[in-house]
């Protein structure tokens, strides 16, 4: 029974700093510990483990922030540099995808001229033609995947 | 503080170097202090200091404003260590993660003294640098955020990627590692 009440202070002394204790729970611990001297030196040794923890001081190297701030700089300008190229390899993916519908009709006609000059089977033809047409939406298939996966890969930093 | 943490989501977002300087001395000592108790090094709590503000500046778009700021920091700064030390495969990141189930992770030798301990006695002498450095690198880690960086639970499990069972788990063997340590230590 002993025991019991021991171990029942021992688990409310943590308990208290780490998850608090109802009102019942503190009165019943704070007569127990006037009553107990192990229990309460066990109280008190945690006490001043908080304490002191919370009164250690680390020094900071010197120049830490400066450091840092000019890390920061270099790299908030490299990422400048890099935005815009960025931009283009967008910009080119959708002109090309637009290019190769505007000018689909006139492609199948150069296709089917060369088709007639070379007796090709027309499924050969239409195959060239699909593929011709399917190359710039592969090419903006192709940067839209490398882009989730780049963004895949930070997603583990979000933290949430 | 809501508010705050909506315009410092706006702020991170268009890589606001104001802010970013603001938050760079508002953090470093508290940044620094938890990569020097995570790794037991100054040397590499300085690089993964440098390193977690770049990605604050990469990333800082994914910062939502909904939690606390110096959480989102944290779990940075801890991924980055938990990279490296992968990358290094000192140790079994499994045992770093899940410390009930293995070797709880040091990073510092266990022939020599850390630089941690060398910087903390050297700074304080008082028992309890040694005690907290000889506890595993999990249990300070979670002591470091709850009576240190003062963090709720939850806001402990958000840094750690952990649920709320396992902090709290971590947070009561930590207590009662450092005890030991410290009654040790007074022996």
């Known amino acids: ?160 | 503080m809501a508010d705050d943490n909506k315009a410092l989501a706006q702020g991170l977002k268009r890589r606001d170097p104001d802010l970013l300087d603001q938050l760079i001395e508002q953090y470093q000592y508290r940044l620094f202090r938890y990569l020097l108790y995570l790794t037991s090094s100054r040397e590499r709590a300085e690089d993964f200091f440098q390193e977690t503000w770049i990605r604050v500046l990469e990333r800082g778009h994914q910062y939502d404003g909904k939690y606390k700021f110096e959480s989102w920091l944290f779990r940075i700064a801890r991924n980055l260590v938990i990279d490296w030390q992968r990358s290094k495969k000192m140790q079994s990141l499994d045992a770093l993660l899940d410390p009930e189930e293995g070797t709880p992770v040091e990073f510092a030798a266990e022939n020599q003294p850390s630089p941690l301990h060398q910087v903390l006695t050297a700074e304080e002498k008082i028992g309890v640098h040694s005690s907290l450095d000889r506890i595993p690198a999990v249990y300070r880690e979670v002591l470091v955020l709850r009576f240190q960086e003062e963090l709720g639970l939850e806001e402990i499990a958000g840094v750690l990627a952990a649920p709320l069972s396992t902090v709290k788990s971590r947070l009561y063997r930590g207590l009662e590692a450092l005890r030991g340590a410290m009654q040790g230590s007074a022996a």
């Not at chain 1, 009165?27 to 008190?44: K, Y």
Request: net charge positive.
């Open chain 1, 1 to 160: 029974m002993n025991e019991n009440i021991h171990a029942r202070a021992e688990k409310l002394i943590a308990q208290e700093r780490i998850e608090g204790i109802s009102q019942a729970e503190r009165d019943w611990f704070a007569a127990h510990l006037r009553e107990c001297a192990a229990c309460a030196q066990a109280a008190q040794q945690t006490n001043d483990a908080i304490r002191v923890l919370r009164a250690m001081h680390v020094s900071l190297p010197r120049g830490l922030a400066e450091r840092a701030r000019f890390r920061l700089q270099l790299r908030a300008q490299e990422m400048r540099e890099r935005e815009p190229q960025r931009r283009v390899l967008w910009i080119m993916c959708a002109v090309s995808w637009a290019l190769g519908i505007a000018t689909a009709p006139y492609v199948w006609q150069a296709i089917e001229w060369i088709g007639e000059r070379t007796g090709a089977p027309r499924l050969v033809l239409e195959f060239g033609f699909g593929l011709w047409w399917a190359i710039p939406a592969l090419f903006a298939a192709a940067i839209v995947v490398l882009e989730n996966v780049r963004q895949a890969n930070e997603r583990d930093w979000s933290g949430r």
